[in-house]
C-alpha cells in the first residue's frame, strides 16, 4: 500500500532553517510527481512547492527564493529544504501524491516558527 512519512519539522527560530523529508513506499516514485502542501491552524491546507517525477518545480509565490524542493528516486525521498523562515511559515506540512486516480497524504510533520 502506498506510505508516505514525513519527518524533520521542529521549532525553530525566524530566519532559521528546516529540511523535511518524506519517505515513499508503495508506487512507483521515480515516475510520480511529489507535492508538499502546508496548513495553518484556521487557514486552508496550501501548495507549497511541488515537483514532477523528470525534476521540474513549482513553488508558492509565498516560499520562492526560500524553500527548495528536490527528490532522491534512490532513496523514494522527497525533500522540502527551508531557508530564511518566518513566523507566517508555521504550519502542519504535508507530502501528497497521486497514484492510480487517488490521492495520498502522509500525517504531516509540525513546522513552527517562534522566537
Known amino acids: 500500500q502506498v506510505q508516505l512519512v514525513e519527518s524533520g519539522g521542529g521549532l525553530v527560530q525566524p530566519g532559521g532553517s528546516l529540511r523535511l523529508s518524506c519517505a515513499a513506499s508503495g508506487f512507483p516514485f521515480s515516475s510520480a510527481a511529489m507535492i508538499w502542501y502546508r496548513q495553518a491552524p484556521g487557514k486552508e491546507r496550501e501548495l507549497v512547492a511541488a515537483?514532477?517525477?523528470?525534476?521540474?518545480?513549482v513553488y508558492a509565490d509565498s516560499v520562492k527564493g526560500r524553500f527548495t524542493i528536490s527528490r532522491d528516486n534512490a532513496k523514494n525521498t522527497v525533500y522540502l529544504q527551508m531557508n530564511s523562515l518566518k513566523p507566517e511559515d508555521t504550519a502542519l506540512y504535508y507530502c501528497n501524491t497521486r497514484y492510480l486516480f487517488s490521492n495520498y497524504w502522509g500525517q504531516g510533520t509540525q513546522v513552527t516558527v517562534s522566537s
Open positions: 515537483i514532477a517525477s523528470r525534476g521540474s518545480t
